[in-house]
């Protein structure tokens, strides 16, 4: 029997036959060029790659991953095609705690120096004051949002068309943790009040929910519903956009951040050391091993990568 790779190999050279043409005639082929990204993407994992000191926050950028390390106040960047590190950035902030991508630069909350780091978008890297211990940030296509956690509100974060930044903080509960944005609205899990705020794109707050849990940190969408890592009742929530809980599910001893894979929801077991596979009725799928204390997670279009807290290293699985 053939191993996959030997398949995906045998594919590639019939592809590569049956699209053949004289040089005069060679043009680009969708189809040739999706299969490569493919085999690219599919045949070099799973890596554990060293980063700087507490690595939290991940995310993608459509072709690198960015590491927020919490204890080296770094940002690495890394290749998402072969887990090189193309770049450590020391200049971010003191904590970096969140991080986002809005089409066109990073934001980097930093925790302990009460702002957020742009990097990229057509602008000189900078920085903009937010609330105080930014701890978590989400983009709705035109605004960044920043969740507060000692200052009890979220940022919104809007460009001057003359350059510079409006901001407008608006209260929510105890200890915003986690934020996201599902289309329509952003959600905020709030830590302390065990509770998420869904508020409009304008900060108006529409409602508060229980979690049905303790310690609610990270949030993520997938397509339709809303799902929680509530850390302390070591479970995760799937919750209806309307705010009713549709269940619970049991998620290590320390749930904590949330990603969609366009197929599955993923968690990390900040208490232990793999990230866990939900399908999207909540049924667990694989405990995945990766490094020390996972905090951080992302998908990458065919990966998924983990920052390890207590490794000081990103697991791609």
Partial sequence: MMT???????????????????????????????ILRWYQANTFWPWDITVGSWPTAIAFDG???????????TLTQIRASDGTVLDTITSVGQRPLGLAFDGRAIWVA????????????GVWPTTVAVGTEPAAI???GSAIWVANRGSNNVTRIT????????????????A?????????????????????????????????????????????????????????????CKMS??????????????????????????????????????DLNGNLKAAVKVGQSPRGVAFDGAKIWVTNHNSNTVSVR
């Avoid at 869904?198 to 409602?207: C, F, I, S, T, Y």
């Fill in 63 to 73: 072709a690198n991953m960015w590491v927020a390390n919490y204890g080296a106040n």
């Fill in 138 to 140: 989400a983009c709705d």
């Fill in 176 to 236: 915003p943790n986690g934020i996201a944005f599902d289309g329509l609205y952003i959600w905020v899990t709030n830590s302390g009040s065990n509770n998420v705020t869904k508020l409009n794109r304008r900060g108006q707050v529409l409602g508060t929910f229980s979690t049905g849990g303790i310690t609610p940190y990270g949030i993520a969408f997938d397509g339709r519903n809303i799902w929680i890592a509530n850390l302390a009742s070591h479970n995760v």
């Fill in 241 to 278: 956009r309307s705010g009713e809980i549709i269940g619970t599910f049991d998620a290590g001893s320390a749930p904590y951040a949330v990603a969609f894979d366009g197929a599955a929801i993923w968690v990390t077991d900040f208490g232990g050391s793999d990230v866990r596979k939900f």
């Fill in 4 to 34: 996959r790779k030997q398949k995906v190999l045998a594919i590639g050279i019939f592809l590569g036959v049956l699209f053949w043409l004289p040089p005069a005639a060679q043009a680009v082929n969708p189809l040739q060029v999706a």
């Fill in 159 to 174: 460009k001057k068309a003359a350059g510079g930044f409006n901001t407008m903080a608006i209260a929510v509960g105890t």
């Fill in 110 to 121: 930093n925790s302990g120096s009460n702002n957020v780091y742009v990097q990229g978008g």
